[in-house]
């Protein structure tokens, strides 16, 4: 669990963040004992300026959050929460994130570049588009997808092997992407990939 010295907080906006993807899941207010309550559990607890008592994030709803990291700003003022959230729920709308609404219409809040694309992928896979780059791919299955990674991986290493940096981003890029599609194809979701990563950090 983490620790962190902020013995003079009174009250303090938290944001929540998704520690995979970076996505803003909500924000809260937090005080003394609600951060020594986070702390002590190791899940989030808020407090509630309206009902003034303190309150823990899924205690109804079972949508609790893990805490992985605390951060505070340079006035320490503010929390900045990295979390894991069980089941994906944060908002009570039942939407992933508080942050899903763009001109009242609800859309998935933004994450890391890679995320937003595969987001896009699957999409294209579960709603074809026959003038689709990626709906093609898709439909030529293992056969083309594996063709185009292999073709890739050998662009990235003449690019390295080039020293042309410009070369090796874009190439990289192609890279992931395709690779992206292979993980869509396969219905494997890239936060397990995340996971995989996280875990042999550590």
């Known amino acids: 669990m983490p620790s962190t010295d902020l013995s003079n907080l009174s009250q303090a906006i938290a944001i929540v963040q998704d ?17 020594q309550k986070t702390l002590e559990t ?12 303190l309150w823990p994030k899924g205690a109804t709803s079972g949508h ?21 959230q069980i089941g994906d729920i944060a908002c009570h709308t039942g939407e992933r994130s508080c942050f899903h609404q763009v001109d009242g219409k ?14 896009v992928i699957c999409e294209r896979r579960d709603n ?11 439909e030529g299955g293992d056969n083309k997808i594996l063709k185009k990674i292999g073709e890739e991986s050998a662009e990235v290493v003449m690019a390295c092997k080039d020293d042309d940096k ?3 981003a874009g190439e990289v890029a192609d890279l992931f992407y395709h690779t992206l ?3 869509a194809y396969h219905k494997v979701d890239l936060r397990a990939v995340y996971r995989k990563l996280g875990a042999r950090r550590k």
Not at 42 to 53: A, L, N, V
Not at 71 to 81: E, P
Not at 128 to 138: F, G, I, Q, R
């Open 19 to 35: 520690y995979l993807d970076g996505t803003v899941l909500m924000m809260a207010w937090m005080n003394q004992e609600s951060l």
């Open 42 to 53: 190791g899940q989030t607890w808020f407090w509630s300026r309206s009902r003034s008592e």
């Open 64 to 84: 609790v959050q893990n805490v992985k990291s605390i951060r505070y700003d340079c006035d320490s003022d503010a929390l900045l929460i990295t979390v894991e």
């Open 106 to 119: 609800i859309q998935p809040p933004p994450a890391d570049m890679l995320s937003q694309l595969f987001g």
């Open 128 to 138: 074809p588009n026959e003038s689709s780059y990626t709906c093609k791919l898709l």
């Open 166 to 168: 410009d070369g090796i």
């Open 181 to 183: 599609v292979a993980l």
